[in-house]
């Protein structure tokens, strides 16, 4: 099973379907939200 994992703040975005154990960083909703505001 993958793991999806927020790169800024580690906390678990989700999970999908791999035949091996697989981590995959991306940002969650929350951190979007913060960098997007840090541009402004
Ligand atoms: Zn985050």
Redesign the pocket.
């Known amino acids: 099973m993958g793991t999806i994992v927020?790169?800024?703040?580690?906390?678990t975005?989700g999970h999908f379907e791999d035949e091996k154990v697989t981590t995959l960083y991306g940002?969650?909703?929350?951190?979007?939200h913060?960098e997007m505001d840090d541009n402004e």
């Open positions: 927020c790169q800024t703040c580690n906390s975005i940002k969650c909703t929350e951190c979007v913060e």
